[in-house]
T-cell receptor, first 113, second 121 residues
C-alpha cells in the first residue's frame, strides 16, 4: 500500500533560519505530490504541487520543493523562515489514476522571533 | 475562487444521537468530494469518496452504515454520523475537486473545507 512518511514531527527554528522538511513516499509508479499547510485555526491550504516537468517546484510564500524520483522524496524548503510560517505542514501523494490523497503525519513548525 | 465551506464548524452532541455535517463548494461545481477524519496531532485519514449522483466509496475499515454520505448536487455533500459515540469525536474535513478546471488541474487538486469538530459526550 502507498504510504507517506514525514521525518520530523516537530521543528523549532528562529526567524531567518533555513528550513527543510523531509517527505518520502512508497510507490513505484507515477505520482503527483503536494505540500499543504495548516495555520493555527485555519483550513488546509495548498503550498505547492508537482505532477510533471521541472522537479524543482516553487510555491507560495517563498516555499519550494524538489522531487527526487530515485529517492522517492519531495522535501520542502524555505531559505529564510518567518514567524508567520508557524503552522503544520503535510506532505501528500496521489498515485496513478486514483483520486485520493495519502497524507503524511505532518510536521509542526514553530518559528520563534 | 475555489472555496469550500463546512457547517457546522463545531458540534457537541449526546451519545446515541446523529449528527449531520454539510460540505459546500461555494464558487465551483464539484463532481467529487472527499471526507477525511483528523485525530489530534495526527494526519488526515480519508474516510470516503463521494461522487455526485452515485454511492460513496468507503475506505477500508470505515463503516458505511455509521457514516452516511449523500452527494445530492454538484455543490453539496453531507456526512451523517449515526448513533454517535465518544470515540467518534474527531475533526472532520471535506474537500472538493473543481469540475471545470483544466483537465490536468482538475485531475489533481482538491480544495479543503475548514473542518467540523465533533465532540460526543
Amino acid at each position: 500500500a502507498q504510504s507517506v512518511s514525514q521525518h520530523n514531527h516537530h521543528v523549532i527554528l528562529s526567524e531567518a533560519a533555513s528550513l527543510e522538511l523531509g517527505c518520502n513516499y512508497s510507490y513505484g509508479g507515477t505520482v503527483n505530490l503536494f505540500w499543504y499547510v495548516q495555520y493555527p485555526g485555519q483550513h488546509l491550504q495548498l503550498l505547492l504541487k508537482y505532477f510533471s516537468g521541472d522537479p524543482l517546484v516553487k510555491g507560495i510564500k517563498g516555499f519550494e520543493a524538489e522531487f527526487i524520483k530515485s529517492k522517492f522524496s519531495f522535501n520542502l524548503r524555505k531559505p529564510s523562515v518567518q514567524w508567520s510560517d508557524t503552522a503544520e505542514y503535510f506532505c501528500a501523494v496521489k498515485t496513478g489514476g486514483y483520486n485520493k490523497l495519502i497524507f503524511g503525519a505532518g510536521t509542526r513548525l514553530a518559528v520563534h522571533p | 475562487g475555489a472555496v469550500v465551506s463546512q457547517h457546522p464548524s463545531w458540534v457537541i452532541c449526546k451519545s446515541g444521537t446523529s449528527v449531520k455535517i454539510e460540505c459546500r463548494s461555494l464558487d465551483f461545481q464539484a463532481t467529487t468530494m472527499f471526507w477525511y477524519r483528523q485525530f489530534p496531532k495526527q494526519s488526515l485519514m480519508l474516510m470516503a469518496t463521494s461522487n455526485e449522483g452515485s454511492k460513496a466509496t468507503y475506505e477500508q475499515g470505515v463503516e458505511k452504515d455509521k457514516f452516511l454520505i449523500n452527494h445530492a448536487s454538484l455543490t453539496l455533500s453531507t456526512l451523517t454520523v449515526t448513533s454517535a459515540h465518544p470515540e467518534d469525536s474527531s475533526f472532520y474535513i471535506c474537500s472538493a475537486r473543481d469540475l471545470f478546471m483544466a483537465p490536468e488541474e482538475s485531475h489533481n487538486e482538491q480544495f479543503f473545507g475548514p473542518g467540523t469538530r465533533l465532540t460526543v459526550l
